[in-house]
């Protein structure tokens, strides 16, 4: 995958169960080709799915050299941690809907934000901004909703 000219897959997506798994995948595949472009493997979110799932990024890396999905997902769900159905459904939905946790980073999150839409204040939650960076449809979120 040329990351170069073509998003990953949305952080949305999911694989073994687990939302983030295909993009994260797909950032590995390029950086191993040269082809990441300004995408980071791994970043700070790939990190939060590697250690819920007891991963190193190593161990990962070298799984994905080769592997097709259908292959890297049976070995995610082999390797991880072994978790339950809801377990996975709840970190599932805390990953979606994590948002910046310090001022820094909510600063940092509301540049990147309005560089890409400044209409859609609506829009709290990182996995929600790279897919309205990635010009993804994001659905509004109201007043009450992380």
């Not at 897959?9 to 983030?20: C, N, Q, T």
Request: charged share 30%; hydrophobic share 35%; proline share 7%.
């Amino acid at each position: 995958m040329d990351l170069r000219t073509q998003f990953p897959r949305s952080p949305k997506d999911k694989m073994a169960g687990y939302v983030h798994l295909p993009r994260m995948l797909d950032k590995c595949r390029a950086t191993l080709a040269g082809t990441q472009g300004e995408y980071i493997y791994p970043c700070p979110m790939d990190q939060r799915l590697l250690a819920f799932a007891g991963i190193a990024a190593e161990q990962f890396t070298e799984a994905a050299r080769g592997m097709t999905d259908t292959a890297l997902a049976e070995w995610f769900k082999k390797t991880a941690i072994p978790h339950s159905k809801a377990e996975i459904d709840r970190w599932n939905a805390e990953f979606l809907t994590y948002g910046p946790d310090t001022d820094e980073k909510r600063a940092y999150f509301n540049k990147l934000r309005d560089a890409a839409d400044p209409s859609r204040t609506d829009t709290t939650a990182w996995a929600d901004l790279l897919d309205l960076d990635e010009q993804r449809p994001v659905p509004k979120r109201t007043a009450n909703v992380r």
